[in-house]
């Protein structure tokens, strides 16, 4: 569904944005009232309000609604199966117990977002961060204190690969908009986000982390049903006896290091063919098309990947010492909690994507087409304003790319400087997630956070994260 002509000035849509975020807030914060309820709710007024004809407000709800679900039911499904087989199996307790010995203690936040910086290259936000969710509970579980100081470093990493780094589609969008070199802007792009992440996120997230105390959720990898299996209750054929008590049933050793990392890697591995070939038939260098690349591709898709790690962590993790029924059971009890956060996801992608669908970018772009300012700073704020007005990170990067193509081309600027205003535009796509922002539901609900708590904390990371980029890509540009 394409944008309808704007009913109203920029202006008039911007207020209209900002009541129905305010309203959204008072529903959640004031009233209490369910997020999903709320979030449906705010977005059919807000689609009749901003002139979205009535008979098309039903494709304007499913629209963001289901492009949302498309993306993030399959990924998270899959994403809690797997990290709940790690987690029952004990692979997440292994893995954790590796980079605590690595790195001690102390270093063990750090140890997480070095990680995550390193699968992040490949593979998506929403993905990296599903499949790492075991590993940090258990690190959380294992030396206390509050959550953050253990998710935060990871889930920012995972972001700050995503939104600056090819082949990560939006850099990629971006630097083809503008006719920047896809492989220069790795070369900046892959430095400027580690260090982003180290000051924006991981230093960030230290002080958060000791003044906002978030406890660990129990539903998606907690403990569950006394912590006993199908197996534990049931006897071997898998009927319905008086079975092997828990305190009956024989010890499982715990999976080797290497197996749990290589189901681990699995995933990552497969998405990296997807999104290394996509970049590379954007180049030139693979033909567009070619039916050997085609298929690698089918499998790097994020949730056929994740099906096949699915797969091959019931054959060597779920299946050492229980039968198919006992996995199945293990299944069921990762699904059932993840109801809310799939709904909760959905309905703020349907609210962002009614904002977008209002026509609010469109108008946006053309009122900021001329601000006056130097090419990095209004690649910025324009990014900066079309991400806190509809939400999308993608939209706005590639919005706001395309926005200042002609002038980028007419300044005769140098490569580095072109990439600089990636790095600059994918910086305000970055800052001030918030309730119209689908990720920002991924996060709140994750990791167990009211809409308060998320705003004080993502919000604030998300926003020291992609000011770091932008302050260090701004001195480049003064420098060089």
Sequence with gaps: ???????YGATTLLLIAAGAVALLLFLIMKVKLHAFISLVLVSVLTAIVAGIPVGDVPDALSFGFSNT???????????VMI??????????????????????EKRAPFALGVAALIFGFPIFFDAGLVVFLPI???????FGGSLLLYAFPAAGAFAAMHA?????????????ALEASIGLTLLVGAPVAVLSWYIGSYLVSKFIGHRVNVDIPEGLFGPMNGGRDRDETTDSDGGSGPGVTATQAPARTAPAFGTVLGVLLLPFALISFNTVLKTLMTAGVIEEGATWAEYLMVLGNTSVALLITVIVATLV????????AAVSDIFDNALGPICTVILITGAGGMFGGVLRLSGIGDALSGSLSNLGMSLILQAFVIATVLRVAQGSATVALTTTAGLLGAAAAEASLTSFQLTLLVIAIAAGATVLSHVNDSGFWLVSRFFGMDVKTTLKTWTVMETTLGLTAFAISLVLWFAV
């Design 317 to 324: 993790l779920g299946l050492r010492g229980r039968s198919m």
């Design 69 to 79: 679900l498309g993306s993030v039911a399959l990924l998270v499904g899959f994403g």
């Design 164 to 176: 600056l780094v090819p082949p990560h589609p939006g850099p990629v969008a971006a630097a083809e």
């Design 1 to 7: 569904m394409e944008a309808i002509d704007p009913a």
């Design 136 to 142: 940090i509970m258990t690190v959380a579980r294992r």
């Design 83 to 104: 990290g709940r087989l790690l987690e029952v199996t004990g692979g997440a307790q292994v893995l954790a117990d590796t980079l605590i010995g690595r790195f001690g």
